[in-house]
């Protein structure tokens, strides 16, 4: 159980395109998704926590008309990078929460998208 | 501010026992976590601790204590495959995840 897939797990594009990247809950719904950016050799750092049906909380720093998330349904979040730029070159991963709400869920990350900016 | 401290790197042979400790300063405790993430791939779950103690699964062990502020992962039977990083993560008095960098560890033969 516990299942949380990323689609797609490779994206290159061009700079100024936008890319799509999906993160869906398979065996389970999940009440909020979380959506991180990890660089080479660093930790994770939290860009932003979306909760199905209402406005994505960002972190500080990152930008919520570059970076836009969308959680549609209770299985399913988007996060859009709008005009990609080669420094947002990164592994995107996202999680999804189980358990009972109130913030005690344990999170389940999807397998990462990759992201290229040529 | 909010701490997370862990080693950055560790070393183990292959078959012995290693400790990954990781002390926390967070404003307020709703539990922690250890995650396992292989170069390349996204963290996988490997704990959660809310109460003082041990929590035993298996191979890996994770153990609380919250009056010091501290964890550890105990990992048994080191195989190859366990090179990973290992992620301590909190959860403070607003259930907002706070990581820590993540311990590198190298097993060898």
């Known amino acids: 159980g516990a299942v949380v897939s990323q689609h797609p797990s490779w994206v290159i594009c061009k700079s100024g395109t936008s890319v799509k990247i999906e993160c869906r809950s398979l065996d389970f719904q999940a009440t909020t998704m979380f959506w991180y950016r990890q660089f080479p050799k660093q930790s994770l750092m939290l860009m932003a926590t979306?909760?199905?049906?209402?406005?994505?909380?960002?972190e500080q720093g990152v930008e919520k008309d570059k970076f836009l998330i969308n959680h549609a349904s209770l299985t399913l979040s988007t996060l859009t990078v709008t005009s990609a730029h080669p420094e947002d070159s990164s592994f995107y991963i996202c999680?999804?929460?189980?358990?009972?709400?109130?913030?005690?869920?344990?999170?389940?990350f999807g397998p990462g998208t990759r992201l290229l900016v040529l | 501010g909010q701490n997370i401290d862990q080693p950055t790197e560790m070393t183990a042979t292959e078959g012995a026992i290693v400790q990954i400790n990781c002390t926390y300063q967070t404003s307020g405790f709703n539990g922690l976590f250890w995650y396992q993430q292989h170069a390349g791939e996204a963290p996988t779950f490997l704990s959660y601790?809310?109460l003082d103690g041990l929590e035993e699964k298996g191979r890996f062990s994770s153990f609380l204590s919250r009056s010091k502020g501290y964890s550890y992962l105990l990992l048994k039977e080191l195989q190859m495959k366990d090179s990973a990083s290992y992620l301590c993560?909190?959860?403070?008095?607003?259930?907002?995840?706070?990581w820590g960098a993540g311990t590198k560890l190298i097993i060898k033969p």
């Open positions: 979306s909760n199905e049906g209402s406005k994505a909380t960002y």
């Open positions: 993560a909190v959860k403070d008095s607003n259930y907002q995840l706070i």
């Open positions: 999680s999804a929460g189980t358990g009972t709400s109130g913030g005690q869920e344990t999170q389940y």
């Open positions: 601790n809310v």
